[in-house]
């Protein structure tokens, strides 16, 4: 059964990836009403309904399960118990949500799947980091198990001097201690899984980060990654089945010497699929939103020899005028308010045609 074009879906977060999914919704005729905390976020500019509440507010949470046919989530640090009460009505469900938020629970899930993760420990005091340090070696990064994103919560430790350091500077959280991967390049597998377990897939990006950032996706990426893109795949095919995930997932990888190392997931779309709203003949918004309300696959195939996606971070977003000055550049501005350090802004993608 399909969700119709005119029912409404409930996206809960209201970040620029739940602005980018209710635009896509829109252009197939759907309603969107997106469920946050803050008081205008990105996502209720361009939605039909916007409801103001915390994420662990079961009645409002309950209130607008009312409203929706289908729900999602456009990010993965929400309280899960909460989002019970949308039922059966969530895509991908909580289970995609649980693994992705926690990266120690993340790593063992993809370890049983059968695919490579880098070397890891849990940790929760200075002493397990101290021995995770003298088993693994340096470099080793810690990232606290929840709540980080564009390299925030993490640490690196290049030293074992330093592991006091970087303990305090990650506020003494739990955490997992990953080996540092030497890599030759980062690539990111895009998978849109159904119900039945169909399955289509994007080109992998060459993803380019910088102080934990994404700054840059390319297609076709380069032969390093070209090479390990079959292998990932069927390591991403194999945790999107295991999760019995509906929707966009995101795996992304290291390119290493000896073959693709799952870095994390996302459990939706993902910044370095942002290129395929004009790069691809349909969008991973679009074909998330199809996913969900169960319509026929749109297809991934590149509209453009070559593709390039650069984010706008902090001030570079105001640049817009000069950005526009190309006329081929796809400007998107995201509608945030201060342009913080750090901070996506927006992006621009380019496609090469010669
Ligand atoms: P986030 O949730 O902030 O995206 P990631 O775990 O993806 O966190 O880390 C951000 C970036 O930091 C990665 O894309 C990569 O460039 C670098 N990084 C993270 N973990 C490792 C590692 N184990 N080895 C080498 N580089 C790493
Ligand atoms: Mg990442």
């Not at 390119?255 to 991973?284: C, K, L, Y």
Request: proline residues 5%.
């Amino acid at each position: 059964m399909s969700i119709p074009p005119g029912s409404t879906i409930g996206i809960v977060g209201g970040g620029q990836l739940g602005r980018m999914l209710a635009m896509a919704a829109a252009q197939l005729g759907y309603k969107c009403h997106v469920f946050d905390p803050h008081e205008r976020p990105p996502a209720a500019d361009v939605a039909a309904g916007f409801t103001r509440a915390d994420y662990d507010d079961r009645s409002a949470l309950k209130a607008f399960g009312a409203k929706i046919d289908v729900a999602t989530y456009e990010f993965e640090n929400l309280p899960v118990e909460p989002l019970a009460v949308l039922g059966d009505k969530l895509h991908p469900g909580t289970r995609s949500l649980a693994v992705a938020q926690d990266r120690a629970d993340e790593k063992s899930f993809i370890e049983g799947t059968g695919a490579r993760v880098a070397q890891w420990r849990s940790v929760s005091s200075l002493d397990d980091v101290t021995a995770a340090v003298a088993e693994l070696g340096v470099p080793v990064v810690l990232k606290t198990r929840r709540y980080g994103y564009d390299g925030k919560g993490q640490a690196w430790i290049r030293s074992s001097e330093e592991a006091g350091t970087a303990w305090d500077s990650i506020g003494h959280e739990p955490a997992v201690a990953e080996a540092g991967v030497k890599f030759d390049a980062e690539f990111s597998v895009i998978v849109a899984r159904w119900a039945d377990g169909r399955m289509t897939f994007w080109d992998s990006a060459d993803n380019v980060h910088r102080q934990g950032i994404l700054r840059t996706s390319t297609v076709p990426p380069r032969a390093v990654i070209a090479a390990q893109v079959d292998e990932a795949r069927k390591a991403a095919a194999g945790i999107a089945e295991a999760l019995g995930h509906v929707g966009v997932l995101t795996v992304e990888f290291f390119a290493a010497a000896d073959g693709p190392v799952v870095n994390e997931i996302a459990p939706r779309v993902h910044n370095s699929g942002h290129w395929t709203i004009e790069g691809a003949f349909t969008s991973q918004f679009e074909q998330h939103i199809r996913a969900i309300c169960n319509l026929p696959p749109g297809s991934t195939e590149l509209a453009a020899p070559s593709v390039r996606m650069d984010n706008l971070i902090g001030d570079e977003v105001h640049e817009w005028q000069r950005l526009l000055a190309d006329p081929h550049a796809h400007v998107h501005i995201y509608g945030k308010g201060e342009a913080r350090p750090g901070r996506k802004m927006g992006h621009v993608t380019r496609l090469v045609t010669a």
